[in-house]
Structure formats: C-alpha cells, structure tokens
C-alpha cells in the first residue's frame, strides 16, 4: 500500500506525477493565459496567491468573470463551478436577486460606523432559525468569528485553551490551523472526531480548556459526518467540564433550515458562522445566547470588540437575500441532485476502471480515488491520483477542489447534474489511460 501523503486541508495536489502526462500538457496547453499570469503573481504575491486554498500545482486558474453555475477563466474557457467557494456561493454566481440587493445599497452606502437596518433584518432570520441562537454578533470571516468565540470563552470561563477535533478546520488562525493539520499547540488540544471517549479523556486531564469546538460535518476535512449521539455527548462533557460548547455552521448552514444542529436537535453555547451569509461577501458571526452575549453590552462592558467593516452594509443586504432564499426546499432539491451526481460519478469511475470512495452529506461530496475513504482528507493515500483527476477535471470543463471536494448549489439543474456525469467520465477515462 503507498505511504499516506499529507496534504493540506485546502490542499495543494501533486502536479499529477513527476513523469510526463498528457493531462498535464493540455492544461499549460490549454491554460496558457493562466500560466503567464502566475509567473506576475509570483513576483507581486508570496507563492503568487493570497489564499492557500485558492492554489494549486502546476498553478491555479485565473478567473475573470463567473455566471450562474459558471466560471470563465482569462483564456476564454467555460468551467462548472463545483466548490462556489468553498460553499459561500450556495446560490451560484451573479444571482439576481442578490446583485441587485448588493448594486441597490452599493449605491446608497457601503460603510459608517452606526447602525443599519440590513444588519438586523439579517440576524432576525438567524435568530428565528437556530433555535440556540438569540443575538448574533457579526465578524467578517468565518476564522474571525471563531477567533471571537474562542476569545468570548476564555473571558467567560477564565481559562486559556481550545478543544477542537484532529482534522477539523475553523480557520487559519494558528491555534486553529495546527488542528486542521492533526497537531496539538501550546493552547490547543485535540481528540479524535466521532469518538466521544477522546472527548472525555482530553476534558478530565486537561481543567485549562475554555471551549469546545466541533464542526457538525467534517467540511474540510473530507465530509466526514458526525452522528447526534457524539455531538450531544461531547455538548454534555464540554459543560460539565466547565468549558463552552460551540458549534461551527460555516459550512454547515446548508444542509438545513435550522442548521445542521437543529436537524440533529444540538443545543450550543455559542455557534459560528460565515461563507453563505454574506451572499457572496466577507462575513461571519457569533450567535449565542442574551446571557452569554452580555459581555458585550455597553452598559456594562467586559468584552471590546469592534471592527471597521462589521455588518458592512452591502454583505448585510447580500446575506439578508442569501439566507431567505435558502428555503428547505431548495435544500432538499441540492441534496437530492448530490445523490444524482454521487451515482453519476460512481458509474463512471467503474468504466474507467478507477476505485472511487465518496463522501456524502447533503449537498457536498468528497471524491477518493480508493476503495475506502481514509479518516480526513488531509492524510490520504490517493494524493496522486486526485491530483490527476483535479487537472483532468479541469481540462473537461469541471472545477472541483483539488481535495475532491464537489458543492452543490440551488442553480444547478437535472441537466447539468447529466452534463457534469459525463464530463468527469470523460476526466477520470483521462486519468485511467495515464495511470493504467
Ligand atoms: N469554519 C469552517 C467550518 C470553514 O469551512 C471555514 C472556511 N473554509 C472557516 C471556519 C473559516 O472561514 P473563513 O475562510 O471565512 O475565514
């Protein structure tokens, strides 16, 4: 069996073996405007990108302009856009009703610090959906809002450090990123996901944790679904404990009305969020109780924070539109047309003649090229493999993470679920005459 690979958890494949590849030379080929871009980016940008996950061997597209469930890159070539960014984009691209609520208030305002009536009409419908959830306090990334309920718990509690699960991602903060990557630091510990008793164990040795942190669904590392029992069990520790229970629904938000901790009927102390409630916009927020929340009231002030572009009202106008539009129907529809697709893939991956695990919950699939899906996939035998597969893709008209990561979103059609079937038939029957 090869050696496990570690990759990162918004990975940067292999460029698809070091020997030639005919998949590799129809991408430079076919990519070109894209490749003397990143030779620029390069000398401007440190490793010529601003975001590690938007980066990937032997460079990373340049997009110019994104429709509906479409990307168009800088030499003119139309791509699927199955990651939306990493799931911000659950409407797709340029979708109507959220441009023009954006254009709208673009053109009336974009910032002062006071108040405005988006950023209620927004927290309104979060609190009316998470039943945990009474005030919500807004960041402006997902990282930001985790960075601030690590920082509402340690004031609360008076203690020092985080318990989060091994491969979990809540962001690249230091005391987060070390986790996503399966390493404890000096403030942060980790247990396995899925296995209460680690939970426990981490709680009764260590009495300096001020919070818990677990993602309802492993999103980065690899849709890796936890069930109610686990979540409930380690709530019930972290509190017995003494320490906070937070949920983080970044990414989780889609998979239900009222949260992917409403449908397992998970109770929180404090819950995050981020990517799409800010319609497309950077944002996040901390929900929690009018208790917990009090911290921050200026009548009797414990807690000082603020930000420049907090509740921004442009991504607070976007998100309103977002949020409203993410009705369970359409919910259950990108779950469903995931299933299409998860069948769709497994077919074609059997005319190759290629192994292919898959991950599903909901409206996101991780693809592994093995017989069995590791544990995350950040540690992962396939790495190979799914880096061929990701450049195929690619050359095919389909964008997925380089991880294996596939997005659903309320746009894409049964059409397109076809369409998107048989190009990646056509990618992985790439990847097999190379490898085979
Ligand atoms: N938490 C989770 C579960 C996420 O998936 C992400 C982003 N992928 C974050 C936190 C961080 O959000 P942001 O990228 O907006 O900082």
Excluded at 317 to 323: D, K, P, T
Excluded at 347 to 371: E, M
Excluded at 396 to 409: C, D, K, N, T, Y
């Amino acid at each position: 069996m090869a050696q496990a690979e570690r990759t990162s958890p918004e990975p940067t494949p292999g460029e698809g073996g070091r020997n030639y590849s005919p998949i590799r030379e129809r991408y430079l080929t076919e990519t070109a405007g894209s490749g003397t871009l990143h030779e620029r980016a390069k000398q401007l940008l440190p490793g010529g990108t601003s975001r590690q996950a938007g980066f990937w061997m032997p460079y990373p597209l340049t997009y110019e302009r994104a429709e509906g469930p479409f990307l168009y890159d800088v030499d003119g070539r139309q791509y699927f856009d199955l990651i939306y960014n990493y799931t911000a984009m659950v409407h797709g691209h340029g979708y109507p009703p959220i441009v023009e609520a954006a254009q709208r208030q673009a053109g009336i305002g974009t910032g002062w610090a006071g108040g405005n009536r988006l950023q209620l009409d927004l927290a309104e419908q979060m609190v009316d959906r998470i039943a945990s959830v009474e005030q919500v306090r807004f960041t402006n990334s997902g990282t930001e809002a985790n960075a601030l309920a690590f920082t509402i718990a340690r004031k609360v509690t008076g203690r020092s450090k985080l318990l989060m699960a091994r491969f979990g991602y809540h962001g690249s903060l230091m005391e987060f990123e070390c986790g996503s990557f399966g390493h404890e630091g000096p403030i942060t510990r980790l247990a396995a996901y899925n296995d209460l008793a680690d939970f426990e164990r981490v709680l009764a040795e260590d009495d300096d944790i001020a919070m818990v942190i677990l993602e309802p669904v492993l999103g980065s590392g690899g849709v890796v679904a936890a069930d109610a029992a686990f979540l409930k069990g380690v709530g019930a520790a972290a509190r017995k404990a003494g320490a906070l229970f937070v949920i983080d629904e970044v990414m989780t938000l889609r998979f239900d009305y009222h949260g992917a901790q409403g449908a397992l009927d998970i109770t929180t102390d404090l819950t995050t969020f981020g990517k799409l409630i800010g319609g497309g916009f950077p944002v996040g927020a901390v929900g929690g109780q009018r208790d917990m929340l009090k911290i921050f009231d200026p009548d009797d002030l414990k807690l000082f924070h603020t930000g420049t572009f907090n509740a921004n009202p442009v991504t607070m106008a976007a998100g309103g539109v977002s949020l409203a539009e993410l009705t369970s129907e359409r919910i259950d529809d990108m779950a469903r047309r995931a299933e299409d697709l998860k069948t769709g893939l497994r077919a074609a991956a059997a005319t190759a003649g290629l192994p292919l695990a898959i991950n599903h919950h909901a409206s996101l699939l991780n693809l592994y090229f093995s017989d069995t899906p590791p544990e995350s996939s950040v540690v992962r035998e396939d790495a190979e493999l799914i880096g061929r597969f990701h450049l195929a893709a690619m050359n095919h008209g389909l964008f997925v993470a380089p991880r294996g990561l596939i997005a659903m979103s309320t746009v894409l059609t049964d059409a397109h679920i076809g369409e998107i079937s048989e190009r990646a038939a056509a990618a992985m029957a790439d990847v097999a005459a190379e490898t085979g």
